[in-house]
């Protein structure tokens, strides 16, 4: 994505960025107790992530099931595929992996899904908002995507799609 670009190609040694952090968009630290949770990641949003999913998949005890919908541009910008494909093959109980590529070319050997992290995926793929407080969406990436799913990251109010699908802000 733009970000991973940036990095990589534009910044030099030594130079820094600046993040910014809304505190209350960070909500909870594993051990988590929702036995569902729902992943929406946007490119480099997928880092958290792999946090959160050391934690799951690291806990032989905890029965957490992980749905990660994995959206990015092209297959060359999908960060940590290999180590995400391997955990979904080593863990299939618990994590189900879905990447899909919103600009890969027609003619490449891409087999996945393509488009973006829409309605009809997450009704595809995600337990419904009827699981209640066993459900947690964690959703990281760009503010477009942000917007389109779940509202801009500063809203303290749920929008988008998932307000649409009947989802709550402690969902």
Same mark, same amino acid.
């Given at each position: 994505?733009?970000?991973?670009?940036?990095?990589?190609?534009?910044?030099?040694?030594?130079?820094?960025?600046?993040?910014?952090?809304?505190?209350?968009?960070?909500?909870?630290?594993?051990?988590?107790?929702?036995?569902?949770?729902?992943?929406?990641?946007? #490119?480099?949003?997928?880092? =958290?992530?792999?946090?959160?999913?050391?934690?799951?998949?690291?806990?032989?005890?905890?029965? +957490?099931?992980?749905?990660?919908?994995?959206?990015?541009?092209?297959? +060359?910008?999908?960060? #940590?595929?290999?180590?995400?494909?391997?955990?979904?093959?080593?863990? =299939?109980?618990?994590?189900?992996?879905?990447?899909?590529?919103?600009?890969?070319?027609?003619?490449?050997?891409?087999?996945?899904?393509?488009?973006?992290?829409?309605?009809?995926?997450?009704?595809?793929?995600?337990?419904? =908002?009827?699981?209640?407080?066993?459900?947690?969406?964690?959703?990281?990436?760009?503010? =477009?995507?942000?917007?389109?799913?779940?509202?801009?990251?500063?809203?303290?109010?749920?929008?988008?799609?998932?307000?649409?699908?009947?989802?709550?802000?402690?969902?």
């Amino acid at each position: 994505g733009k970000m991973s670009h940036y990095v990589c190609d534009t910044m030099n040694v030594n130079d820094s960025v600046e993040f910014k952090h809304i505190e209350f968009n960070v909500k909870i630290q594993a051990p988590f107790r929702q036995k569902k949770i729902v992943m929406l990641v946007g #490119g480099t949003g997928v880092t =958290p992530m792999i946090q959160a999913l050391h934690a799951i998949l690291g806990d032989a005890e905890a029965g +957490n099931e992980v749905v990660m919908l994995y959206g990015n541009r092209v297959s +060359n910008d999908i960060l #940590g595929k290999s180590m995400v494909d391997n955990w979904a093959k080593e863990y =299939p109980e618990k994590l189900k992996l879905i990447h899909t590529l919103s600009e890969e070319p027609e003619d490449s050997e891409w087999k996945g899904r393509r488009g973006f992290i829409d309605r009809a995926l997450i009704e595809e793929t995600a337990p419904g =908002p009827e699981v209640g407080d066993d459900l947690i969406f964690f959703v990281c990436g760009p503010p =477009p995507m942000y917007n389109a799913l779940c509202g801009a990251r500063d809203d303290k109010e749920i929008s988008g799609v998932l307000k649409d699908m009947g989802y709550k802000k402690e969902q």
